[in-house]
């Protein structure tokens, strides 16, 4: 859901105020467009910049939700979100012992998933014409490891 409400602020034109990404790479949304909650330490905040009042209405069905922000619109806005990896960071691999398998046998317990640094900006159109380009906080994702348990 706090991913979903982020977009909902970038692509609205929304000054984002506080955001934190998830710990590892998620699939939902691309990198660096991701936020995560967790009370009472990690929150999503936004600005309201628009000069006027903002309606957040949510709908939830089938395992899906919607957010819609109403309010005052500029006539031929476009926001553009873009993300960009500036490294792929490699994931470790652990090997475990594991009494159960025989001498020489293993099995993968994990499979490994690489970590990344993204870069996220959003440029804001009028008519065609880009009037800004920011930078948004850059994205940390950690590696997860590769678990190999081993017979002993």
Known sequence: ???????????????????????????????????????????????????????????????TITIELYGKVNPGQEVVITNSRESIIPFPEQKLVDETLAHGDSHVKQEGQPGYIVNSSRTIKVNGQVIKTESLKQSHYQPLPKIIAVGA
């Open 1 to 63: 859901m706090s991913s979903t409400l982020y977009n909902t602020g970038l692509l609205a034109n929304l000054t984002v105020t506080q955001r934190s990404n998830h710990d590892l790479a998620i699939s939902y949304v691309p990198l660096g467009q991701d936020a995560t909650v967790a009370y009472p330490d990690l929150d999503l905040k936004f600005l309201n910049t628009t000069g006027g009042y903002l309606l957040v209405r949510t709908k939830v069905s089938n395992n």
